[in-house]
């Protein structure tokens, strides 16, 4: 049970991912996952890519509180999502407020532009996307980065490999400035435990 939270401190999961990592048995997982959801460490949402799978992750406040075995410094992050206009953009700018190592962003699609509520939510937390431009991850990544995906869709679409995973919700589809809020907060909060990191 510390080692699923240890996985979840860093980035979410579904439980295939999680039976693979750990090479357990998926009964046993149910089990102990059954546990960590009964005493409130352990929640779940659908994905908002394929809707069929679920993924797991810390609940709230149990970030940062558990101690946590510390990452290899990579030589960059970056952050991945589907159109590269809006979480992406935003996970990477709060990564370079928060660590020394390089941060960098892209998309598996990239859009046109980068989403004008992305820009006012940056504005209101004093985060500049002003230079900040949709790119392909192609043109991005390089060896050595660790990539972490900001996106369900972006994730899906990579498959597991070496990356982590952060289930954030699409602020566009609400298209509110909560919504943009509520993103902008929970990559916030993701970036400032993993960086210490």
Known sequence: ????????S??????????????????LLAHH??????????VSQPSQGDRR??????????????????F????????VCTANSARSHLAAALWRRASRIPASSAGTHPGDQ????AVDVAARHNVSLAQARPRGL????????LLITVCDRAHEELGVGDQL???????????TPEGYETAFADIERRVLALAPR
């Open 114 to 117: 980068i989403d004008p509520g």
């Open 10 to 27: 860093a980035g979410d999961a579904t439980a295939s991912e999680l039976a693979e990592t750990l090479a357990m048995p998926s009964n």
């Open 138 to 145: 192609k043109q991005v990544l390089r060896d050595g980065d």
């Open 1 to 8: 049970r510390l080692r699923i939270a240890d996985i979840l």
């Open 165 to 175: 995973h952060w289930s954030v919700a699409d602020p566009a589809t609400t298209g």
């Open 33 to 42: 996952l059954k546990v960590l959801r009964g005493v409130g460490l352990v």
């Open 72 to 79: 290899a410094v990579p030589a960059r992050v970056v952050f």
């Open 53 to 70: 799978r679920r993924y797991l992750q810390l609940a709230d406040g149990v970030f940062g509180l558990q101690p946590v075995v510390p």
